[in-house]
Protein backbone atom coordinates (compact mmCIF):
# COMPACT_ATOMS: atom_id res chain seq x y z
CA UNK A 1 0.00 0.00 0.00
CA UNK A 2 2.77 2.09 0.48
CA UNK A 3 4.28 1.93 -2.65
CA UNK A 4 0.64 3.20 -4.43
CA UNK A 5 0.81 5.95 -1.78
CA UNK A 6 4.17 7.01 -3.16
CA UNK A 7 4.45 6.97 -6.32
CA UNK A 8 0.47 9.15 -6.15
CA UNK A 9 2.64 11.21 -4.45
CA UNK A 10 5.01 11.39 -6.62
CA UNK A 11 3.05 12.00 -9.71
CA UNK A 12 1.08 14.77 -7.78
CA UNK A 13 4.20 16.90 -7.81
CA UNK A 14 5.32 16.07 -11.19
CA UNK A 15 1.88 17.11 -12.40
CA UNK A 16 1.49 20.44 -10.29
CA UNK A 17 5.17 21.32 -11.34
CA UNK A 18 5.09 20.92 -14.80
CA UNK A 19 0.93 21.72 -15.15
CA UNK A 20 0.58 18.37 -16.38
CA UNK A 21 -3.08 17.86 -18.03
CA UNK A 22 -2.77 14.17 -18.98
CA UNK A 23 -1.19 11.37 -17.72
CA UNK A 24 -0.65 8.57 -20.31
CA UNK A 25 0.40 5.00 -18.32
CA UNK A 26 2.19 2.12 -21.24
CA UNK A 27 1.53 -1.23 -20.65
CA UNK A 28 3.25 -4.05 -22.67
CA UNK A 29 1.03 -6.69 -22.50
CA UNK A 30 -2.89 -6.72 -21.81
CA UNK A 31 -2.53 -7.75 -17.71
CA UNK A 32 -2.99 -4.63 -16.57
CA UNK A 33 -7.04 -4.66 -17.55
CA UNK A 34 -7.07 -7.94 -15.50
CA UNK A 35 -9.90 -7.84 -12.71
CA UNK A 36 -8.70 -10.23 -10.18
CA UNK A 37 -11.13 -13.18 -11.13
CA UNK A 38 -8.78 -14.61 -14.21
CA UNK A 39 -7.11 -18.28 -13.70
CA UNK A 40 -3.86 -16.45 -13.96
CA UNK A 41 -3.33 -12.27 -13.63
CA UNK A 42 0.10 -11.80 -15.11
CA UNK A 43 2.12 -8.85 -13.01
CA UNK A 44 -1.02 -7.96 -11.02
CA UNK A 45 1.26 -5.92 -8.50
CA UNK A 46 2.80 -3.57 -10.46
CA UNK A 47 -0.06 -2.60 -12.76
CA UNK A 48 -2.65 -2.50 -9.95
CA UNK A 49 0.12 -0.17 -8.13
CA UNK A 50 0.59 1.94 -11.27
CA UNK A 51 -3.26 2.34 -12.18
CA UNK A 52 -4.03 3.18 -8.39
CA UNK A 53 -1.65 5.70 -8.29
CA UNK A 54 -2.88 7.47 -11.48
CA UNK A 55 -6.70 7.18 -10.68
CA UNK A 56 -5.54 9.18 -7.11
CA UNK A 57 -4.13 12.30 -9.26
CA UNK A 58 -7.14 14.38 -9.19
CA UNK A 59 -5.31 17.26 -10.96
CA UNK A 60 -5.24 15.98 -14.32
CA UNK A 61 -8.57 15.17 -16.41
CA UNK A 62 -7.17 12.87 -18.83
CA UNK A 63 -5.75 9.86 -17.65
CA UNK A 64 -5.38 6.78 -20.38
CA UNK A 65 -4.20 3.12 -20.25
CA UNK A 66 -2.18 2.13 -23.33
CA UNK A 67 -1.81 -1.60 -24.26
CA UNK A 68 0.33 -3.02 -26.79
CA UNK A 69 1.64 -6.25 -27.69
CA UNK A 70 -1.91 -8.22 -26.98
CA UNK A 71 -0.89 -11.85 -26.56
CA UNK A 72 2.48 -11.32 -24.87
CA UNK A 73 1.17 -11.76 -21.64
CA UNK A 74 0.83 -15.54 -22.32
CA UNK A 75 4.50 -15.75 -21.10
CA UNK A 76 2.73 -15.06 -17.80
CA UNK A 77 -0.34 -17.43 -18.20
CA UNK A 78 -2.84 -14.86 -19.07
CA UNK A 79 -5.39 -16.28 -21.55
CA UNK A 80 -5.72 -14.01 -24.59
CA UNK A 81 -10.25 -15.26 -23.35
CA UNK A 82 -8.99 -13.09 -20.28
CA UNK A 83 -7.75 -10.41 -22.12
CA UNK A 84 -10.64 -10.13 -24.72
CA UNK A 85 -13.19 -10.35 -22.13
CA UNK A 86 -11.44 -7.23 -20.00
CA UNK A 87 -11.35 -5.42 -23.28
CA UNK A 88 -15.23 -6.18 -23.82
CA UNK A 89 -15.98 -5.04 -20.43
CA UNK A 90 -14.17 -1.63 -20.70
CA UNK A 91 -15.67 -1.14 -24.41
CA UNK A 92 -19.20 -1.72 -22.44
CA UNK A 93 -18.08 1.14 -19.90
CA UNK A 94 -17.05 3.49 -23.00
CA UNK A 95 -13.48 3.10 -22.06
CA UNK A 96 -12.05 1.76 -25.20
CA UNK A 97 -10.45 4.72 -28.09
CA UNK A 98 -9.74 2.14 -30.50
CA UNK A 99 -6.28 0.00 -31.50
CA UNK A 100 -3.57 0.06 -33.82
CA UNK A 101 -1.38 -2.13 -35.68
CA UNK A 102 1.89 -1.65 -36.69
CA UNK A 103 2.31 -1.98 -40.87
CA UNK A 104 5.86 -4.06 -41.24
CA UNK A 105 6.78 -1.75 -43.70
CA UNK A 106 5.90 1.71 -42.47
CA UNK A 107 8.25 3.79 -40.79
CA UNK A 108 6.91 3.00 -37.04
CA UNK A 109 8.06 -0.16 -37.73
CA UNK A 110 11.27 0.46 -39.13
CA UNK A 111 11.35 2.73 -35.94
CA UNK A 112 10.60 0.21 -33.33
CA UNK A 113 12.97 -2.29 -34.59
CA UNK A 114 15.78 0.29 -34.75
CA UNK A 115 14.73 0.60 -30.84
CA UNK A 116 14.82 -3.03 -29.79
CA UNK A 117 18.39 -3.37 -31.69
CA UNK A 118 19.35 -0.70 -29.13
CA UNK A 119 17.63 -2.01 -26.00
CA UNK A 120 19.24 -5.77 -26.87
CA UNK A 121 22.57 -3.89 -27.33
CA UNK A 122 23.13 -3.70 -23.28
CA UNK A 123 23.88 -6.74 -21.66
CA UNK A 124 21.40 -8.04 -19.03
CA UNK A 125 21.03 -6.24 -15.67
CA UNK A 126 21.32 -6.99 -12.44
CA UNK A 127 18.77 -6.85 -10.11
CA UNK A 128 18.10 -8.42 -6.57
CA UNK A 129 20.41 -11.32 -7.78
CA UNK A 130 18.64 -11.67 -10.75
CA UNK A 131 19.71 -11.29 -14.28
CA UNK A 132 16.70 -10.09 -16.58
CA UNK A 133 16.01 -9.74 -19.96
CA UNK A 134 12.08 -8.55 -21.19
CA UNK A 135 11.21 -10.89 -24.05
CA UNK A 136 8.20 -8.22 -24.78
CA UNK A 137 10.73 -5.82 -26.83
CA UNK A 138 11.59 -9.15 -28.73
CA UNK A 139 8.25 -10.44 -28.97
CA UNK A 140 6.14 -7.06 -30.28
CA UNK A 141 9.13 -7.05 -32.54
CA UNK A 142 8.88 -10.28 -34.41
CA UNK A 143 5.17 -10.08 -33.92
CA UNK A 144 5.94 -6.89 -36.70
CA UNK A 145 7.54 -9.06 -39.20
CA UNK A 146 5.03 -11.66 -39.09
CA UNK A 147 6.55 -14.16 -36.79
CA UNK A 148 4.78 -15.59 -33.47
CA UNK A 149 5.90 -16.61 -29.87
CA UNK A 150 7.78 -15.45 -27.57
CA UNK A 151 11.18 -14.53 -28.94
CA UNK A 152 13.41 -13.10 -26.50
CA UNK A 153 17.44 -12.27 -28.24
CA UNK A 154 20.41 -13.67 -25.98
CA UNK A 155 23.23 -11.56 -25.18
CA UNK A 156 26.71 -12.88 -24.56
CA UNK A 157 28.11 -10.79 -22.62
Known amino acids: RWRMQTLKNFLKNICKKHETHAIVVWDYGTDSLMKGDEY ?33 DQQSGVSNTDSLRSIAEVTELGGFRGSVSIEPTSAAASF ?40 CPSHEP
Open 40 to 72: VVGDAVEDAVTVGAVAGVTSVGLKMLLCSGFGV
Open 112 to 151: YRAASEHINSFPTYSSRSMTHRTNVVGALSSSISGKFGHF
